[in-house]
């Protein structure tokens, strides 16, 4: 058999949306220092760029005068003499059209400014700034966000290192298969080196968690870890091993039906404060590391042919119900309450070990879980309350 090349949103049967509802990562937040930048994602060209205030805008790529990328050019006059940006305002480098945050055009330099034409307008889309990555809230019907972005506590920690992600590219599988490692609770031994000695996976409406551990072979540490999605593009996994803690990041995003770029990241705290330079050294090898592991996985997504249904086995772990997990995204948020409903609970493998109970009630899942509002306001997806 011939690998297929890729398998869309409609192959796996998802829902009505070829792209789904939630906040994705669509650039490292550095990147916008030298400027505007073009960016495609859900088969959409965009322009991303920081206004002067700081805050950071991302629009439709296309000038509706002349079909101008307003991002993209960086040998036009006024990109290289830094002129594009006005306030959060953005000029097309053509004919030096001014579209400001909302879309909207508001001055043009050959025109009365009363009468910049309406139907120039393009859209502008949700972003926010959340540890060091731009996230938009991506709907396919333009609705709100529904919840606020993922938020660990650790990154504001004095002590933390944070990442700088390594940018993996795109991969030609849907990001389904990505999220399908929530329940591959037996690929943990073959891909990972850390057979899984307990298993668990639970889901409360926008939140999948999976609970498990075992003993790294690599490290030969006992590794135990929660690992949570709280929209389909970006997973935190805290892990516990040879007495330290650290979170691991991998994101997601759809760049057409299919395909999907990848970025990974981990976050630790130093022994010192300040940070010695060992401190930063072991933070950037606990990243290596981890993504050395994670590169496994990349490796068989890069590989493989699409799995559009799973044949399941009654050891396997719950692929069923993380898929369905999954699907909420690709439906509006009224029809998703029906699939929550469905799919809420918690799901063990049959005849096997299930993490301690004691391990949700310890605290240790109290920085799990969390999304924190532009205003600061910090809460949990899974009990939907605010988190002081
Ligand atoms: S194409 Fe954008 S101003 Fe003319
Ligand atoms: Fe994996």
């Given at each position: 058999m011939a690998k297929k090349e890729t398998a869309g949103a409609a192959d796996y049967g998802?829902?009505?949306?070829k792209y789904p509802r939630g906040w994705f990562v669509i650039?490292?937040?550095?990147?916008?220092d030298d400027g505007p930048i073009a960016k495609t994602f859900f088969d959409k060209d965009f322009a991303l760029y920081r206004g002067k205030s700081g805050r950071v805008v991302l629009l439709d790529a296309y000038c509706k005068h002349m079909g101008t990328h307003l991002a993209a050019s960086k040998t036009a006059y006024i990109a290289q003499t830094e002129d594009l940006i006005e306030g959060d305002s953005i000029r097309c480098p053509y004919h030096a059209w001014r579209y400001n945050e909302k879309g909207d055009?508001?001055?043009?330099?050959?025109?009365?400014?009363?009468?910049?034409?309406?139907?120039?307008s393009i859209e502008s889309y949700h972003v926010r700034e959340v540890m060091g990555m731009i996230m938009m809230w991506h709907h396919p019907e333009g609705g709100e966000p529904e919840l606020e972005p993922p938020y660990l506590p650790m990154w504001d920690d004095e002590r933390a290192i944070h990442w700088q992600l390594d940018h993996l590219g795109t991969l030609p599988i849907h990001g389904i298969e990505i999220t399908d490692n929530m329940a591959d609770a037996q690929h943990l031994g073959p891909t990972h080196g850390s057979p899984v000695e307990y298993f668990e996976n639970e889901i409360k409406d926008g939140v999948v968690i999976q609970r498990q551990g075992g003993v790294l072979a690599v490290y030969k540490s006992k590794l135990d870890s929660v690992t949570w999605y709280s929209t389909p593009g970006v997973l935190c996994s805290k892990q516990t091993w040879a007495g330290m803690t650290m979170v691991e990041l991998i994101c997601n995003t759809p760049v057409s039906d299919g395909v999907s770029q990848c970025w990974h990241g981990v976050l630790s705290l130093s022994d010192h404060n300040p940070a010695t330079h060992a401190d930063m050294a072991k933070a950037k090898a606990l990243q290596e590391g981890a993504l050395t592991a994670f590169a496994a996985d990349f490796d068989v997504w890069s590989n493989k042919t699409p799995a559009t249904k799973v044949m399941r086995?009654?050891?396997?772990?719950r692929f069923d119900m993380v898929r369905k997990w999954v699907s909420?995204?690709?439906?509006?948020a009224e029809d998703a309450e029906a699939v929550r409903a469905e799919v809420n609970g918690f799901h063990p493998i049959p005849d096997f070990p299930r993490p301690d109970p004691a391990k949700k009630t310890s605290g240790y899942e109290d920085d799990c879980f969390l999304t924190r509002g532009a205003d600061g306001t910090v809460r949990s997806v899974y009990t939907g309350e605010e988190v002081k």
């Open positions: 998802l829902g009505p949306y650039a490292e937040a550095n990147e916008l055009v508001d001055h043009i330099p050959y025109h009365d400014a009363t009468k910049c034409p309406k139907s120039a086995l009654k050891k396997d772990g909420q995204w690709y439906m509006s």
